[in-house]
């Protein structure tokens, strides 16, 4: 008598544009593990993001990723957010307990790591954050809670003021001085600027030198433009994979209850980059 096949999980992401690498890393994560699961990235225009989340409830998908434009749109649609969701005002991560939808962020513990992955411990380092929207919020919440002194900056101004309001010490510094003469020696671009063949942050020519560490959050592409300056400047360089890579890790154990195995997820990452 045949076997019954053994019962499929399924996770994904919710997004305009779906993410292959985010597919692969948690596929190859899975895989790594023995674990009959699968990861599905789910198109979904803004417009029908309620009925998105009736979809995932229906077909009892564990859990997803979230992408721009969504991290703040979810917000009122969810049954629960976990303490550092609400905090930032972002989710990037729901997970679906028997129909309920809870709201995690992940992104600021994704950058935290990715940083101090290059240059150790963040307390007490200065460090400049460009960027006010989703994931700035998170990055900036991230660095802040890792006892960093935080400088903030964003096209639009007010955005930076009300971020660094909710940030104690947090101070805003104009955004083109920044841009001429960066603040700070670590430097997080977190705006979508460079991203998918859109215009780079118009950084002056001597903007940086040997002594900046710059990592760029975007990740589509991987080597943008941002970072192949701040290379050719003599600056340390991190790109948008490493903050991907630590977020996703946290999905995975969210989802799955168990450690993410790490190099697997990484290697998917270094091939990407390689390539
Ligand atoms: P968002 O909420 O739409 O925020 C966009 C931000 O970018 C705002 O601060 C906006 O400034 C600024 N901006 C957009 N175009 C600009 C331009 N031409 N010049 C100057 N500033 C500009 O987007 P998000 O969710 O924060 O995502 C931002 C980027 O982070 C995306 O590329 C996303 O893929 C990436 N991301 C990466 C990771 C990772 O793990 N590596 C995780 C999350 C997100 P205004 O306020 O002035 O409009």
Redesign the pocket.
Same mark, same amino acid.
């Given at each position: 008598m045949a076997s019954s096949p053994s019962p499929i999980t399924t996770c994904g992401s919710l997004s305009l544009h779906p993410v292959t690498f985010g597919r692969r890393m948690h596929q190859a994560a899975y895989d790594a593990l023995g674990l009959p699961w699968l990861y599905v990235p789910f198109a979904c225009e803004s417009v029908g993001l309620k009925a998105a989340l009736e979809g995932m409830r229906a077909l009892s998908i564990r859990g997803f990723g979230v992408?721009?434009?969504f991290? =703040?749109e979810i917000l009122p649609l969810l049954d629960e957010l976990a303490p550092l969701a609400r905090t930032i005002g *972002?989710v990037?991560t729901v997970v679906n307990d028997g129909g309920r939808l809870c709201g995690h962020n992940t992104?600021a513990e !994704? *950058?935290v790591q990715a940083l101090e992955e290059e240059v150790g411990s963040l307390r007490d380092a200065r460090v400049l954050v =460009?960027?006010? !929207? !989703? @994931? *700035?919020?998170?990055v900036a919440f991230g660095v802040h809670a890792a006892g960093a002194k935080l400088l903030l900056c964003?096209? +639009?101004r007010d955005?930076a003021e009300a971020l660094a309001a909710e940030l104690k010490g947090a101070e805003v510094v104009a955004y083109e001085e920044a841009l001429r003469k960066p603040p700070a020696d670590i430097i997080v671009q977190? +705006?979508?600027?460079?991203?998918a063949g *859109? @215009?780079s942050?118009p950084f002056d020519e001597a903007a940086f030198s040997e002594r900046n560490v710059v990592m760029d =959050?975007?990740?589509?592409p991987l080597h943008t433009e941002l970072i192949q300056r701040a290379k050719a400047a003599g600056a340390k360089t991190i790109h948008? !994979?490493?903050?991907?890579l630590f977020?996703a890790a946290r999905q995975f154990e969210l989802y799955t209850g168990k450690t993410a195995p790490l190099g697997v997820m990484d290697e998917v990452i270094r091939e990407a980059a390689a390539g």
């Amino acid at each position: 008598m045949a076997s019954s096949p053994s019962p499929i999980t399924t996770c994904g992401s919710l997004s305009l544009h779906p993410v292959t690498f985010g597919r692969r890393m948690h596929q190859a994560a899975y895989d790594a593990l023995g674990l009959p699961w699968l990861y599905v990235p789910f198109a979904c225009e803004s417009v029908g993001l309620k009925a998105a989340l009736e979809g995932m409830r229906a077909l009892s998908i564990r859990g997803f990723g979230v992408s721009m434009p969504f991290k =703040i749109e979810i917000l009122p649609l969810l049954d629960e957010l976990a303490p550092l969701a609400r905090t930032i005002g *972002a989710v990037n991560t729901v997970v679906n307990d028997g129909g309920r939808l809870c709201g995690h962020n992940t992104d600021a513990e !994704g *950058a935290v790591q990715a940083l101090e992955e290059e240059v150790g411990s963040l307390r007490d380092a200065r460090v400049l954050v =460009i960027g006010a !929207g !989703g @994931a *700035a919020r998170a990055v900036a919440f991230g660095v802040h809670a890792a006892g960093a002194k935080l400088l903030l900056c964003n096209r +639009t101004r007010d955005k930076a003021e009300a971020l660094a309001a909710e940030l104690k010490g947090a101070e805003v510094v104009a955004y083109e001085e920044a841009l001429r003469k960066p603040p700070a020696d670590i430097i997080v671009q977190a +705006t979508s600027a460079g991203m998918a063949g *859109a @215009a780079s942050l118009p950084f002056d020519e001597a903007a940086f030198s040997e002594r900046n560490v710059v990592m760029d =959050i975007v990740y589509k592409p991987l080597h943008t433009e941002l970072i192949q300056r701040a290379k050719a400047a003599g600056a340390k360089t991190i790109h948008g !994979g490493r903050m991907l890579l630590f977020q996703a890790a946290r999905q995975f154990e969210l989802y799955t209850g168990k450690t993410a195995p790490l190099g697997v997820m990484d290697e998917v990452i270094r091939e990407a980059a390689a390539g």
